[in-house]
């Protein structure tokens, strides 16, 4: 299996623009994490999908930061307008759910992003 | 609310040196714990976990105790290797429900000089 895709891996922007971040699960994983990770605060989770569904989106920053799941195997994140603090690396991950079991959640390898 | 405490990296050691990186929770429900590895420029991956009171975790010569008694969860390893440099992130996951939520540590950043 191809694991987690992210893209782009790198995105340098400046403030005010649009930025969308792109994330493909492993197949047949039902669940969706989107994720961002600063020196500052952490790993901090924004928002989780299941079944294409948004589940959880408390840690959404505000108003300026989107989510969306169109599909199975596409999620989108999307900061407009994006700000210097915005500046993380964020990660991806699925995982599957299993007769109640808990199954471990797999990580993309990440989009650095640098909002100037 | 739910949270974890890991000591303050950053820790250097030597080849062959013991590890131990303390990780303490706090939870409004029973956890299972975790410990996520995240090498250079790749994202995390799980290392080892523990779902009740008392098991033990291992894997790649990495164990980690689920103590309720002292809510800890402290990640060991007899004999590092520069390979095991990268940064190590302690977790909890409330069970039961649908609560799939991870709460992270900060993380600990490890080198291993040869």
């Known amino acids: 299996d191809a694991g987690v895709i992210q893209s782009p891996r790198h995105e340098v922007t400046e403030m005010g623009q649009e930025v969308t971040l792109r994330c493909k699960p492993i197949s047949g994983h039902d669940y969706l994490f989107w994720y961002r990770q600063t020196m500052m605060r952490g790993l901090e989770l924004l928002i989780y999908f299941n079944n294409n569904v948004p589940i959880d989106d408390s840690g959404m920053p505000e108003d300026r930061f989107s989510a969306k799941m169109p599909n199975a195997s596409f999620s989108t994140l999307k900061i407009q307008p994006s700000e210097p603090r915005d500046s993380a690396v964020y990660f991806c991950?699925?995982?599957?759910?299993?007769?109640?079991?808990?199954?471990?959640?797999?990580f993309g390898p990440g989009t650095r992003l640098t909002v100037l | 609310g739910n949270s974890v405490t890991q000591m303050e990296g950053p820790v250097t050691l030597s080849e062959e040196a013991f590890l131990t990186i303390n990780c303490t929770y706090t939870?409004?429900?029973?956890?299972?714990l975790f410990w996520y590895v995240q090498y250079p420029g790749e994202g995390l991956q799980l290392l080892l976990k523990a779902t009740k009171a008392d098991d033990k975790g291992s894997n790649k010569g990495f164990e980690a105790t689920y103590r309720k008694e002292t809510t800890s969860f402290h990640l060991e390893k007899g004999s590092v290797q520069v390979s095991d440099s990268a940064v190590y992130f302690c977790a909890l996951r409330l069970r039961g429900g649908s609560n799939y939520k991870l709460t992270f540590g900060k993380g600990t950043l490890l080198t291993v000089n040869p």
């Open positions: 991950a699925s995982s599957r759910r299993d007769s109640g079991v808990y199954n471990e959640q797999f």
């Open positions: 939870a409004t429900g029973y956890p299972s």
